[in-house]
């Protein structure tokens, strides 16, 4: 543009001033700017969308005055942007020169900004940027050619131009005996199918065999995220769900890699996975992380995610039971950069079987994206072609569901439901799914427990690969969805819901001695083997170590030393035992042989395997069945009882113990004495306090944590200071705030009562008020102290003088107080209601303070 | 599809149902393989290390359960597994994309597979990709 003066009449508009020597504050001082300064207007159209970068640019602007102006095209435009600069401008100089409360912005938006969702960024959709879940126009529409049994055009791709991927489906994916009948099928009529509990999983199946990548994307997107949570259920190939966990950490230290897998291992993940921080690291990695997992129980499976010769040699040893990172892509562009081909997987695919290795593939959504060859194809229908590839190749399942591209597709409009889509799809194609789950999403953690939901709700083979089991920062994969700082909230959302989530929690002092038993088979094994020993202060460390950081281990160096000298002596998974048995843990010995067994009979190779109870159980003995309510994988009441059991579980016990501490203490403090039944009072200035049934008898203690000695104590005084009389009296008719108070005024010469239940919420009322009328109430409980019962007291004497006291104001922050609370508000108003006598009428009540006054 | 239940669960779990047929490397019964035997240093890790019968009869198990391409997988597998380590790597390494430099290089080791290693359906696979290669320029030098 040739001159910015557009700009500058939209930024004196909005600045309010004239702007002839442009002033513009920047951090920390004022600088000037000048009417023929040109602006960087390439900065400026962001400015609109953060007071942070204006701020930069702000700075930019007055340090860099020969700054091009740039990508402004007509006059309404520049001055449409000046005016957005200027409103966001005057914000700022506003926050920083003074709070006058005169701010143009409103206020609601700093507190949306302070929020960890503000740190998550996203993208438009974009097709021809590859920002597309699904549909993109640039999909080709669904269509099937077959000759002789050959594919000879797929998805509008005559067989000649078919890419790699199109060739490899082609040639292993289509089942051409129902490709003609599952193509002419109308999608929206198969969708419906995939939802219908009437029609078995086996038919659907069946006809998926017969679609090409563009049918089975167009046929997921017709199903709502609703509707995709309804058909993993169905889809799902074992019936029984399971989870996986990470088991890594920021040194590769093996102590705490045997102490963590068993503690995971323990949790009830069936499968847990680590990778190194340094590669070379491997050996001892899966060494350690083979022997603690046997520690926590029989049965886990365990991977360690390495280069793919590195894995294939860890697992001929006998030192990892199951691959997972054989990745496949969507494109052929990024096929290739990832250094593979469907032949080149498909045949490591066969040798990871020939070793007795259980494997799967991994792709997922975005990762072509990343690569930076998606072609401007939509997310879902790229991933339809990594699930047909892997369905060709014969694996027995995937890992997708976004993975390390699961960001960036959270990040376009309808991500989380392409991720959900493609978990079904590969259901669908009858692959085993860990569905992913093992990226943090999000900063916000509510996105995080929404992303969850889904899956918990249906149940997939592996609802995360894996879940963090370990704290974020040692997590070598990055954070994963959960971690194990949110270990017990997911453990909560599996309560709450009553759904399988694959975890239980395990005491601590049952997860102490696992770790530490752990600690001791390494370090025998180590022992054994001659590659090093323990110091006591480290073994100390790791066993009550959250994560790495609290631990005095090893060094990297001597850790690249372990695991050469393993890797040197060319342990095998039998040394291992051997040491075992050797050394005293012959139950872990046997934990690691029962799963060495598999090997022979390679039964862990059939589609979603896992070990339970020293028995495989896979799609093939344990297949879905899902048919509507009543069907499929059930909780039974043993394992309900397990996922019920949590920590902070108040019983009415625990709350009767605290008072029965309570009421020792509170006999030295005050004495309370029945002195007659009570009578109506006649003093002007009179306050008739009403307590509960159970005040002062049963309970001592308030929710807020006030004695009610003190409570009492506060409540008189503060009617003494109002300048009123006092007079006590006990309610054995009801419980109830309303009535508890109601009847004190009735009692009450001024007509003013104090109604008082023992867990502290009270109510001033007054005679000739409706039951549920009052003066003031104070219903939260766990937030009144001392001081507000003083000042009820005071306002209380206030009324029955016939005056208007501002009412006392209990500072709320927002807390959720029934979630804290009302289990032992429950409990304690029982103890109450236990109490209550309809027909006897209220006492008068002698009170003595033995300590005070 | 109706998949034959009554057939399945007569083969599967085989370590339960077809125990008889299962043998070590060294001819070892399931119920050889015990603490014992390894403390009196009776096994030996090939006693831990999958056998072609075993892979084909799960390959029977994958067909029978109507999972056709993992019983084909399965049954490459009872091919690669007498096919030493280093032949997997080598193989693997060159089916990668600008490793062979021709397709005549790696129809020479899909021949290899099927005289050598008695691989019929492995050298197929090589075959197919030499093919696949040639046709979108897979031959290409990357480093």
């Not at chain 1, 008020?769 to 003083?790: G, K, V, W």
């Amino acid at each position: 543009m040739e001159d910015d003066s557009a700009i500058w009449h939209g930024l004196e508009h909005r600045m309010g001033e004239k702007l002839t020597q442009g002033r513009i504050v920047e951090p920390g001082k004022q600088g000037e700017l000048t009417d023929n300064c040109p602006i960087g207007l390439g900065c400026f159209s962001h400015v609109v969308f953060e007071r942070s970068v204006l701020v930069a640019v702000l700075a930019r602007i007055s340090s860099s005055p020969s700054e091009e102006v740039e990508n402004t095209k007509t006059r309404t435009a520049a001055w449409r942007m000046g005016a957005r600069a200027g409103i966001l401008a005057r914000n700022w100089e506003d926050t920083a020169m003074a709070d006058d409360g005169a701010l143009n912005r409103w206020r609601r938006y700093d507190a949306w900004d302070e929020r960890p969702l503000r740190l998550d960024k996203f993208a438009p959709e974009s097709p021809a940027d590859g920002f597309c879940a699904a549909q993109s126009p640039n999909d080709p529409a669904p269509s099937i050619c077959i000759e002789n049994d050959t594919v000879v055009e797929m998805d509008g791709v005559a067989a000649g131009d078919f890419d790699m991927i199109d060739a490899f489906i082609a040639a292993h994916t289509i089942d051409a005996e129902v490709a003609d009948e599952a193509m002419a099928l109308d999608s929206g009529e198969f969708a419906r199918m995939l939802v219908d509990i009437h029609v078995p999983r086996a038919d659907v199946v069946r006809l998926a065999r017969g679609m090409t990548p563009a049918k089975l994307a167009e046929v997921l997107w017709r199903l709502s995220t609703l509707e995709l949570t309804f058909a993993q259920a169905k889809l799902r190939a074992r019936k029984t769900p399971a989870n996986q966990a990470h088991v890594t950490n920021a040194k590769d230290d093996p102590v705490q890699l045997a102490a963590d897998a068993a503690t995971a291992s323990a949790i009830g993940f069936d499968e847990i996975e680590t990778t190194m921080r340094v590669a070379e690291n491997s050996w001892s990695n899966a060494l350690a992380c083979t022997i603690g997992a046997a520690v926590g129980r029989g049965g886990t499976l365990f991977q360690c995610s390495s280069e793919e010769a590195e894995e294939l040699r860890l697992g001929m040893a006998g030192l990892t039971s199951y691959a997972e990172t054989v990745s496949v892509y969507g494109s052929e562009g990024s096929f290739i950069d990832g250094d593979d081909t469907p032949w080149s997987k498909a045949f490591l695919i066969a040798s990871y079987a020939s070793r007795g290795i259980k494997a799967r593939c991994t792709s997922g959504a975005g990762s072509e994206l990343l690569m930076g060859f998606h072609e401007a194809k939509s997310i879902l229908y790229l991933e339809a072609r990594c699930l047909c590839v892997q369905r060709g190749i014969g694996v027995q399942g995937t890992q997708n569901g976004g993975i390390d591209g699961a960001p960036v597709t959270a990040s376009v409009p309808g991500g989380l439901r392409e991720i959900l889509a493609e978990n079904v799809m590969a259901a669908l194609l009858d692959l085993e799914c860990a569905s992913g789950n093992d990226t943090r999403i999000s900063e916000s953690e509510i996105r995080v427990g929404a992303k969850i939901m889904p899956y918990m709700m249906a149940g997939t083979d592996f609802i995360c690969s894996g879940q963090g089991s370990i704290p974020k920062y040692d997590n070598s994969f990055g954070a994963s969805l959960f971690n194990a700082e949110e270990m017990e909230d997911y453990m909560l959302i599996q309560r709450d819901f009553e759904m399988e989530g694959g975890v239980r929690h395990v005491p601590e002092d049952e997860l102490m001695a696992l770790r530490a038993r752990a600690i001791d088979a390494l370090e025998a094994v180590f022992d054994e083997l001659g590659v090093a020993s323990l110091r006591p202060e480290q073994k100390s460390s790791v066993l009550t170590a959250h994560g790495s950081k609290d631990t005095d281990t090893f060094s990297f160096a001597e850790v690249r030393r372990i695991a050469s000298a393993l890797q040197a002596q060319e342990v095998t998974i039998l040394d291992v035992v051997i040491a075992l048995e050797k050394r005293g843990f012959s139950d872990v010995a046997q934990n690691i042989l029962d799963l060495m067994k598999q090997r022979v009979s390679g039964d862990h190779l059939q589609t979603a395997a896992i070990l339970r109870n020293g028995r495989v159980l896979s799609a093939v003995n344990d297949p879905n069945d899902y048919a509507g309510p009543g069907t499929g994988h059930q909780i039974s009441p043993e394992r309900r009882a397990e996922i019920a059991a949590i920590r902070d579980v108040l019983s009415k016990d625990e709350i009767l113990a605290w008072a029965a501490r309570d009421a020792a203490d509170e006999r030295r403090r005050y004495r309370l004495e029945p002195t007659g039944t009570a009578q109506a009072g006649e003093a002007p200035g009179e306050v008739v306090i009403g307590l509960s049934p159970a005040f002062g008898g049963e309970l001592h203690r308030t929710t807020g944590e006030a004695l009610l000695s003190d409570v009492l104590d506060a409540l008189i005084g503060g009617i003494e200071e109002g300048g009123g009389t006092s007079r006590l009296v006990r309610i054995h008719h009801t419980a109830d705030t309303s009535f508890l108070g109601l009847s004190a005024a009735r009692l009450s010469g001024s007509g003013i009562g104090i109604g008082i239940q023992a867990k502290g919420t009270a109510v001033i009322h007054k005679s000739d008020f409706y039951p549920h009328m009052n003066l003031e109430l104070f219903c939260q409980a766990p937030i009144t102290d001392l001081s507000h019962y003083r000042q009820m007291g005071r306002n209380a004497a206030a009324y029955a003088r016939g005056e208007d006291p501002e009412p006392v104001s209990i500072p709320y922050q927002g807390e959720a107080l029934g979630s804290r609370y009302h289990v032992q508000t429950s409990l304690i108003y029982a103890i109450e209601t236990a109490l209550l006598d309809p027909a006897r009428e209220p006492e008068e009540l002698r009170v003595t303070f033995l300590d005070r006054r | 599809m109706t998949v034959d239940r009554k057939a399945l669960d007569a083969l599967y779990p085989v370590a339960e149902k077809q125990a008889a047929r299962l043998r070590t490397r060294t001819g070892k019964t399931l119920d050889a393989l015990t603490l014992k035997a390894a403390r009196d240093r009776g096994l030996e890790a090939s006693d831990f290390a999958i056998t072609p019968e075993a892979l084909r009869l799960q390959a029977e198990v994958a067909e029978v359960a109507e999972r056709p391409q993992l019983g084909e997988n399965l049954r490459r597998g009872a091919e690669l597994a007498n096919v030493p380590q280093e032949t997997i790597f080598e193989t693997y390494e060159l089916l990668r994309p600008g490793r062979a430099r021709d397709k005549a290089e790696l129809l020479a080791l899909a021949e290899r597979y099927r005289r050598e290693f008695d691989a019929p359906e492995s050298a197929v696979l090589i075959e197919e990709a030499a093919e696949v290669y040639e046709r979108r320029n897979l031959y290409r030098k990357r480093f």
